[in-house]
């Protein structure tokens, strides 16, 4: 079981874990203009973040600076997913010049929350954690991370995206 705090405070994750080597989960989540996006429309590799709101000094940071990286890693897409209502996420992309990590909302199902074991019962969030995916649908990297409000392990999660190629 995966212990997981905000703030010093264990939160419980409701969902299934994910570990190395399990297939990419099903989900269902919500782009920004409220289309339906499931893991059968991402393809190649693949690096999902998971973030209790990209509005926060941490989130923000953490999506900005993986905008700015992913790049360097030819062929591989970056999604962040928060349980951030759609609109907030293409205004807020739209303010901080965010184009290349693709932002998608676990509002609506927690689809993506309970596929991953990420959502934050006790906050309706989903926590911080990172998951790396290979063209085959196989995971490759898994990081949750033990505080919510920690940054996350930036140089593995691109090492492990650019060793899933």
Do not use: H
Request: overall charge negative; glycine content about 6%.
């Amino acid at each position: 079981m995966t212990v997981v705090k905000f703030q010093g405070s264990p939160i419980t994750l409701e969902g299934k874990t994910v570990s190395v080597g399990d297939k990419l989960p099903s989900f269902k989540v919500a782009t920004n203009d409220l289309g339906e996006f499931t893991e059968k429309d991402s393809k190649g590799v693949r690096v999902f973040l998971t973030v209790p709101s990209i509005d926060t000094p941490v989130c923000n940071m953490e999506v900005k600076k993986f905008n700015e990286q992913i790049d360097a890693l030819e062929g591989v897409t970056c999604y962040t997913v928060s349980m951030d209502l759609p609109f907030a996420q293409s205004r807020w992309c739209a303010l901080e010049g965010v184009e290349k990590v693709k932002t998608l909302s676990d509002y609506k199902d927690r689809s993506f929350g309970a596929a991953t074991g990420t959502y934050a019962k006790e906050l309706g969030l989903l926590t911080r954690a990172s998951f790396v995916v290979d063209s085959n649908d196989n995971v490759t990297f898994v990081e949750y991370l033990e505080e919510m409000t920690n940054e996350p392990s930036y140089e593995k999660i691109l090492e492990a995206a650019k060793a899933a190629k």
